[in-house]
């Protein structure tokens, strides 16, 4: 049997004006890739997307 990596849509989808997902932190492009992307590809996507939500909670007040 196949594993592939789960997408990390939380079904929180609100763009931002650099086209980021506030719920995954994947980027528009990202997220219309997703269904054809390789294993290997959605595991760089997901490296990306914690770099991204890392700096998002360095940068807001408050978390």
């Known amino acids: 049997m196949i594993v592939s990596t789960p997408s990390p ?3 929180r989808c609100c763009l ?3 086209d ?11 997220i219309l890739i997703w269904s ?3 294993d290997s590809i959605r595991t760089e ?4 997307c914690a770099v991204r939500k890392h700096q998002d909670h360095c940068q807001t007040p408050g978390i």
């Open 45 to 48: 996507i997901l490296q990306r």
């Open 36 to 38: 054809s992307a390789s």
């Open 9 to 11: 849509c939380v079904r």
């Open 20 to 30: 980021v997902c506030m719920g995954c932190f994947r980027t528009l492009e990202e």
């Open 16 to 18: 931002n004006q650099q």
